[in-house]
């Protein structure tokens, strides 16, 4: 690939444009049982993979995902890897970027996975920054696309206004989703990142609606996301923990929610906290869904970025 071509995803509104085209082609190709098993965009790519943090979910997904696509996953934590301590991320890019095909990272500031899609040749995705999870909001709106046809209303987050909420909300508004999202007072999503949703709202007549308040939010809700309270590299913030009160996703909360609506959360869930066991074991809940899903959406943005002839063949198909 020109290196001068080559796309990055950053956060999800890197995206927007061909985001539903993404989502449709990994819908698709997860029900697809004849071609899917033999299309093998990644014949002979290696895609590389830095945690700063720990992960289940991203890792798994990822080498798995590579797999079936036939290239090579090389998963590397970056407590076994000279970044950000004997060598900049600069050069570890310009390095990296001599042996692999594409780069995903999941760092603890954004300022890095930019400044390593900056210096890399090769295509990078944000495998989560303390700003956003672009990949969790192509598998979440994949989960909301499979499950259109029984959502009856906005989608409601109620929680912390964190890298989750972001990309939920770039990605929502995008689909025409009216978002509604409660945090405590002090803890809103980042005013550079509303803005760039309202931008993208403006667009697609979807309406964003802030609030204090768990109760306004969920009202009548279709989908009603949350997350843990303290992310990852908060762990010094443990009086963070005590604004939530009264934002525990439970039985009682969900009560003025359509009947119909999904329970979502990123996982992992701290259970009876932000969750309790009766909303996220409900017949409402796609939790795993929406992990699961981390695999098909992220195929279908690594064969887009990494192979783009081959993703629109796949496309042109179905
Ligand atoms: N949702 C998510 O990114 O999970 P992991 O931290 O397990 O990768
Ligand atoms: N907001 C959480 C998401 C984990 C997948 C974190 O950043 O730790």
Redesign the pocket.
């Known amino acids: 690939m020109n290196s001068e071509m080559k796309k990055d995803l950053m956060s999800i509104d890197d995206l927007t444009d061909m985001l539903p085209d993404l989502v449709n082609w990994a819908i698709a190709f997860k029900n697809d049982t004849e071609m899917a098993p033999e299309f093998k965009p990644l014949t002979g790519m290696t895609i590389g993979s830095i945690y700063e943090?720990p992960?289940t979910?991203?890792r798994v997904s990822f080498e798995v995902g590579v797999g079936k696509l036939g290239g090579q996953p090389l998963t590397l934590l970056s407590k076994d890897i000279q970044i950000g301590k004997s060598e900049s991320i600069a050069d570890t890019a310009a390095v990296l970027s001599r042996f692999l095909d594409g780069i995903t990272y999941r760092c603890f500031a954004h300022a890095d996975v930019q400044e390593l899609a900056q210096h890399a040749s090769v295509p990078v995705i944000n495998a989560?920054s303390?700003m956003h999870?672009p990949c969790?909001a192509a598998a979440d709106l994949m989960t909301i696309v499979e499950n259109k046809n029984n959502i009856n209303g906005h989608i409601a987050w109620v929680g912390?206004g964190?890298?989750?909420l972001h990309d939920l909300l770039l990605a929502g508004v995008a689909f025409g989703y009216d978002v509604k999202y409660a945090t405590p007072v002090g803890m809103e999503p980042n005013s550079e990142v509303i803005k760039r949703a309202e931008k993208i709202a403006a667009r697609s007549g979807a309406k964003i609606t802030a609030t204090n308040n768990p109760n306004e939010a969920v009202s009548g809700a279709g989908v009603i996301y949350t997350?843990?309270f303290?992310?990852?590299?908060?762990e010094h913030m443990e009086d963070k923990f005590t604004a939530f009160d009264g934002f525990q996703v439970n039985e009682e909360l969900v009560a003025n929610a359509d009947s119909n609506y999904l329970f979502m959360h990123?996982?992992?869930a701290h259970r009876g906290e932000e969750v309790t066991d009766g909303v996220i074991d409900s017949k409402n809940s796609v939790v795993f869904d929406q992990a699961e899903n981390r695999m098909w959406a992220q195929m279908s943005i690594l064969t887009y970025l990494c192979n783009p002839i081959a993703w629109q063949a796949y496309d042109d198909l179905i």
């Open positions: 943090k992960s979910r991203t989560l303390d999870h969790q912390d964190n890298n989750v997350d843990i303290v992310s990852m590299g908060e990123c996982l992992p």
